[in-house]
């Protein structure tokens, strides 16, 4: 009994001596990463769709533009003129259209009539003339020669007061449908030039498709530009929301959570922090694209991009390499809770 209770009492101290088991080791609770400033948006290219000379630039680097204003403008008195030409046959064949649908004026009508009376009574004085020339002419008293000039003369003034009625009765009766028909098919034909031209002429003039800030201007007044190799005439990038697109290792994925709040860094601003979240988490892995200064940074090295939405006000610009810690939860080793 004594051997027993000895044992147990060799037993508990050795127990009692023995090392605790190991605690969990937390990482750290921040994720750091290299990352560079972006606009929220793509940053858009402005390149102009023709070929020709550039003749005025409007904006510079740093001004701020709405969508749709107008950024440069190429040479194009050509297309110029080819839009006024549409346009005047447009407004031509309206107004023929117009006197089709409408009929004639009332003052027109009334020239008709009166042009037709007069045609009429130069008409019946040449018969006249016709007939006494012909009795003279059977008398033998007058040649044959001033008989045919009164026939000529009778005739074509007949002819000259037919043409007058039939004038009038167009008037009268107003445009056939046919006539209408091909007026409005010629006019839509030239309204589709005219918007062609107009479209061409459009083309010089170079507008942001976006409301944003200027960040780089290539092209000046002067420069030609050719539409089979565009090279851009300025870069656009909206700066109301700025993101930074960071790289975390491979090894800190599980760390790295959608809305988790970041603290962004750089050299060009000591002292300085700004605040953001993370708003995407790629789903393809990458190597590293953003480098630091650090020498021994791998460069093969197997990464995951996120990107990051600062709070605004931040006067970061574009191209601009940071620093990135990323809050994350306390992770222990694998296999521990």
Not at 154 to 181: C, N, P, V, W
Not at 315 to 325: A, E, F, S, T, W
């Amino acid at each position: 009994m004594k051997f027993w209770s000895f044992a147990l009492v060799v037993a508990f101290s050795a127990c009692s001596n023995a090392p605790p088991p190991a605690s969990p080791v937390p990482l750290s609770t921040s994720v750091h990463a290299n990352g560079v400033v972006e606009p929220a948006g793509e940053e858009r290219l402005i390149i102009p769709q023709v070929t020709g000379r550039v003749e005025q630039v409007l904006v510079d680097e740093g001004d701020r533009v709405e969508s749709g204003q107008l950024l440069a403008e190429l040479e194009n008195a050509e297309q110029g003129a080819q839009l006024m030409a549409a346009q005047a046959d447009v407004q031509r064949l309206e107004a023929e259209l117009a006197r089709l649908q409408n009929g004639a004026r009332p003052e027109e009508i009334r020239a008709a009539r009166a042009a037709s009376d007069e045609a009429g009574a130069i008409a019946q004085q040449a018969q006249a003339e016709r007939v006494r020339r012909q009795h003279l002419a059977e008398k033998k008293l007058i040649s044959q020669e001033l008989l045919e000039d009164a026939r000529t003369r009778a005739a074509t003034a007949e002819a000259a007061s037919e043409r007058s009625k039939a004038q009038l009765d167009l008037l009268l009766a107003g445009a056939r449908h046919e006539d209408i028909a091909a007026a409005q098919a010629t006019l839509a034909a030239a309204r589709a030039q005219a918007q062609r031209a107009d479209a061409e002429l459009e083309k010089t003039r170079i507008r942001a498709p976006i409301a944003g800030v200027v960040l780089k201007r290539v092209l000046n007044a002067g420069e030609t530009v050719t539409a089979l190799a565009p090279q851009p005439l300025a870069t656009l990038g909206n700066l109301d929301r700025l993101h930074v697109r960071a790289e975390i290792n491979e090894l800190d994925i599980s760390r790295v959570a959608m809305g988790a709040h970041a603290t962004v860094t750089s050299d060009a601003f000591p002292g300085k922090e700004f605040a953001g979240r993370v708003i995407r988490i790629a789903r393809r892995m990458g190597t590293r694209t953003i480098l630091s200064d650090d020498p021994a940074q791998r460069r093969d090295a197997k990464t995951l991009e996120i990107m990051i939405e600062l709070d605004p006000g931040a006067p970061l610009p574009i191209g601009l390499r940071v620093d990135v810690q990323i809050v994350a939860g306390v992770v222990g080793p694998p296999g521990l809770e």
